[in-house]
């Protein structure tokens, strides 16, 4: 499904259009909710930090998404 989407800068994820963002932050939230997947090892990957992954079966450290792996 095709969202149109405006260009955010990280300075602007909180500015005005509050309304959208928390409409994006619903999107993200359930993303999070659903389970992520190593790419390597298709195991469960855990968010340590901003973009930063941790494989819980390889143990591989890889950047993803901010929110959510792609
Ligand atoms: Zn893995």
Redesign the pocket.
């Known amino acids: 499904m095709a969202v149109k989407r405006k260009k955010i800068g990280s300075a602007g994820r909180f500015g005005p259009g509050y309304g959208k963002v928390k409409h994006r932050l619903n999107e993200i939230e359930k993303k999070q909710r659903k389970r992520q997947s190593?790419p390597?090892?298709n195991?469960r990957?855990k968010r340590t930090a901003n973009a930063i992954w941790l494989?819980n079966?390889?143990g591989?450290n890889f950047a993803g998404g901010t929110f959510y792996l792609e």
Request: charged fraction near 20%; hydrophobic fraction near 20%.
């Open positions: 190593c390597f090892c195991g990957a494989c079966k390889c591989k």
